[in-house]
């Protein structure tokens, strides 16, 4: 890839001058200041897995633009980097490298930074901090420690996934085809002692206020409201005919229960589990069942099985009839209550099961006007759809499912046949993580006194430095000094808890800590209320759900602990969803016909550089390490700068969309921004009094100045970019005066500074600006300039359009037709007939008929 061939423009030179002078003026210190309004922008802060890619470069320049932009708007701002520095990746590093997760995060944390620093973002490092530093995880213990004591946090046994070879418990999502999502291995079923966050007791108002998120995507709210998942159904109790306690399915769909032929339980159900006490079959058929991927979509595709408990329950509403009672592998204990009425008709999963098994199929209602037999595929009306219903129990015969539902609900509690219910798909978040690199729950563990808080004065309750990674497991289980200890109650010997938290709490609370970074407690009350709510959060989509379910999580619970105030329970009051940055992959076979993967850098003219050899060329997808179709950042800058990188990456889609980077296209973006810097040095040698028309330029200015706020307000940063184009190609074409020349670039380089910072510098510097232009106010357009004095009329000839002509906005309509007739173009259209007819139709069209 050549590098930049004018050597006037260097940014090489131009962009280190301008940092150091930024550095200097403290330009980009966060500071609170109750004149001015504040802005708080953040970008999902990266984890410090060594290299920063395009990717990086592109999200944190939307953040960068809006950053600069606001400031020049007169706020004060926040725009702070962190480091989401705990996880597995740091401990497989140790076990596969040797050393230590901090010294591998720490060194991964410099280079980053130092690949960072040099696109010139608008950051306030001084509010820097790691996650898996002291003093913040100390922090979060502390909050642990209050959520603990306000009842949000609480311990139980569980069945977990756990992963045999990273010896942890793996979330749903971690499970990929029934195996550890890093390692491989086949996931078990463990019943472990588990730390939990009471998240569902937020579950009704999480949902609830999803609706006051205006400002957030639609599909990410979408999202966040499934996985919340609020249902309406009811508890019913199913009478054992052998006299034991009934078991109680819960269901959506008790409209259906004429159809009921089966009930099925969970594996995990206190029924399975006695039963399986004295039956093999059943034992091993609950043990692979706790193999099997869990995730709702893994569910769907697993082929459903199932045994036959020998127990029967009776049919609410028909006690004569009996129903047999299955162990079925489809089944979750943590949904409902571990046991489903299976209505094969209206259920395909039911329909699947009865199939295999040979259980009655009872169809439970018509579709309007027609019976119809259930054989392969199950009725499941929209619950908006009229049905007729076949000998309804509640008496309806024709109605909608949703009010068939209603009804039955209603026909159940009437009857005292079942309790309604409302449930949500939400499950309380389980944190324990058995790992050392992360932060330490801060409990003991007492024979006499049982489970006890850590004093708040012994905090932070720091990792061992002296550990081992040379066996599979967690290495403070196995630590010979820091799991001893004393108990905090009563002085005696005790254990410390070995589970680290999971990561997810890391990046739960770093919004709220950055207001104030290196405060002796979790936030400082006055600069929270300062600085909160966080007023634009961007990053990926790959995020929609967890990590945002549980920041607004841990904003409600720290504001129950006084951490937080009632206002920033929402934390982020506009969220935006970045696209990816992509490249073609580049790939030639080794002897075996497997593929090897080049690097861009290494690829010239569909070929290899070094060798010559033609390689294959895919296309474009997400820059990948794997696929080697990764630019650096930084050979980028070394060949034509951090702006160049910054305008292209806002510069060819919009920012929620994937863009492509080719070298072309960069090249491209470099000879722009060494036209516009060689425009700047031009007009600022021009004598100061040489005339010109000012008029086009002053109206093209000022457009220029509200097009482009307008589409950095609505995050349309192409559209800004292509406006700045135009204007600067305005600008170089200009007439103008001297004055209006100068004043125009001027102009130009403050609306340019958010994408261009540096370049825009060099530019208002050459130009006489005063101070930086990081430090001006933001030009502001006149309205006078915004109006059209002039209006573009088509002019048609027996109805086919043969010119345009410009008219003034008040022109008469005799001067209208005086304007269209000179017209040279429809002067030869008319060659010589004279018109019939002429009709103005005022600002729209001129019609000539002859």
């Not at 034991?244 to 399915?249: G, Q, S």
């Not at 259930?374 to 309804?392: C, G, Q, R, W």
């Not at 108990?487 to 999971?502: L, V």
């Not at 088509?794 to 022109?811: C, F, S, T």
């Amino acid at each position: 890839m050549p590098g930049p061939s004018d050597a006037r423009y260097q940014p090489q030179t131009i962009e280190p001058r301008w940092q150091t002078a930024w550095d200097t003026a403290g330009c980009f210190l966060a500071k609170v200041d109750p004149s001015r309004p504040k802005y708080y922008v953040l970008e999902m802060f990266p984890y410090p897995s060594g290299r920063i890619h395009m990717g990086h470069v592109r999200n944190y320049t939307m953040g960068d633009v809006v950053a600069r932009y606001k400031k020049a708007q007169g706020f004060s701002v926040l725009h702070p980097m962190g480091w989401d520095a705990f996880g597995m990746p740091a401990e497989n590093a140790a076990m596969q490298e040797g050393g230590h997760p901090a010294t591998w995060t720490y060194n991964n944390i410099e280079v980053m930074k130092g690949q960072m620093k040099p696109l010139g973002l608008s950051i306030d490092w001084s509010r820097e901090f790691a996650t898996c530093d002291p003093e913040y995880y100390g922090q979060q213990q502390a909050m642990f420690l209050d959520m603990l004591k306000s009842g949000l946090v609480y311990r139980k046994n569980a069945v977990v996934n756990w992963d045999p070879v990273d010896m942890t418990v793996l979330a749903n999502e971690q499970v990929i085809d029934g195996k550890g999502w890093r390692s491989g291995a086949e996931v078990e079923k463990r019943e472990l002692t588990q730390w939990f966050f009471k998240i569902s007791e937020y579950s009704e108002e999480l949902l609830a206020a999803l609706d006051t998120l205006e400002h957030w995507p639609a599909k990410v709210r979408l999202m966040q409201e499934n996985w919340i998942g609020k249902s309406r159904g009811i508890d019913i109790p199913f009478r054992r005919t052998d006299g034991e306690a009934p078991i109680i399915c819960y269901s959506t769909r008790p409209d259906t229960m004429h159809g009921a032929s089966f009930v099925a339980i969970s594996p995990e159900h206190p029924v399975s589990r006695a039963l399986a006490e004295d039956n093999a079959e059943l034992a091993a058929f609950i043990a692979a069942a706790r193999k099997m991927d869990t995730t709702e979509a893994a569910m769907e595709k697993a082929e459903k099985k199932g045994i036959d408990t020998g127990i029967t329950v009776r049919h609410p509403i028909h006690p004569d009839q009996e129903l047999p009672v299955w162990v079925a592998n489809f089944v979750l204990m943590d949904y409902g209550t571990g046991a489903v009425f299976g209505v094969p008709a209206h259920d395909q999963r039911d329909l699947d099961f009865a199939r295999k098994y040979g259980l009655p199929v009872r169809n439970a209602f018509y579709l309007p006007g027609q019976e119809v037999e259930v054989e392969n595929e199950a009725l499941v009306p929209p619950k908006s759809e009229t049905v007729d219903f076949i000998d309804h129990f509640a008496g309806v015969t024709k109605a909608t499912s949703q009010e068939a539902i209603d009804a039955t609900i209603d026909y159940f509690e009437a009857h005292d046949l079942g309790v309604g219910q409302e449930k949500y798909r939400l499950r309380d978040w389980g944190l324990s993580r058995q790992r050392y690199w992360g932060c330490p729950i801060p409990v003991v563990h007492c024979d006499a006194c049982g489970v006890v808080p850590e004093k708040k004065e012994n905090l932070p309750i720091r990792l061992p430095e002296d550990v081992s990674f040379d066996k599979p497991g967690n290495p403070l289980d196995r630590h010979p000094t820091w799991r001893n200890c004393a108990c905090p109650a009563c002085g005696k010997e005790a254990r410390r808890e070995t589970d680290t938290m999971d990561t997810f709490v890391d990046s739960s609370w770093y919004y709220a800590r950055f207001t104030a970074p290196h405060a002796a407690t979790p936030t400082d009350p006055a600069e929270a209320e300062y600085w909160m709510n966080v007023d634009q959060y961007i990053g990926g989509i790959e995020h929609a759900i967890l990590h945002l379910l549980y920041s607004r999580f841990f904003a409600r619970a720290m504001h129950k602990t006084g951490h937080l105030p009632a206002s920033a329970v929402e934390p982020f009051d506009a969220l935006f969803t970045q696209g990816m940055v992509t490249h073609e992959i580049y790939k030639t076979k080794d002897e075996r016909g497997r593929p090897i993967y080049h690097l861009p850098e290494d690829v010239e003219d569909g070929k290899l550089i070094a060798t010559g050899e033609a390689v294959e060329t895919t296309s474009s997808v997400k820059m990948s390490k794997s696929k080697k179709n990764v630019v650096d950042p930084v050979n980028i800058i070394e060949q034509f700068g951090a702006d160049t990188a910054r305008w292209f990456v806002m510069s060819d889609s919009p920012p929620e969309r994937d863009v492509e980077w080719t070298s072309s296209g960069a090249e491209a973006t470099f000879k722009h921004l060494s036209r516009v810097w060689a425009m700047g040095e031009r007009i600022a040698a021009m004598p100061a009094d040489a005339p010109g028309d000012d008029a086009d330029l002053t109206r093209a200015m000022h457009r220029a100045v509200d097009e482009v706020t307008t589409m950095i307000e609505g995050f349309a940063f192409n559209k800004a970019i292509a406006k700045l184009y135009e204007f600067s190609n305005t600008l170089s074409k200009s007439k103008a005066s001297a004055r209006m020349q100068k004043e125009a670039a001027r102009v130009l380089a403050q609306l340019m500074a958010p994408m261009v910072p540096h370049l825009a510098e060099d530019l208002w510097h050459q130009l006489g600006g005063d101070g930086l232009v990081t430090e001006a106010a933001w030009p502001k357009a006149d309205p006078a300039f915004l109006v059209d004095d002039t209006v573009t009329l088509p002019v048609q000839i027996n109805g086919k359009r043969k010119a345009e002509i410009a008219v003034a906005l008040d022109a008469s309509k005799e001067e209208v037709e005086k304007i269209a007739l000179s017209d040279e173009a429809v002067t030869r259209a008319l060659a010589g007939a004279t018109p019939k007819k002429i009709i103005v139709v005022p600002g729209r069209i001129v019609n000539v008929v002859i």
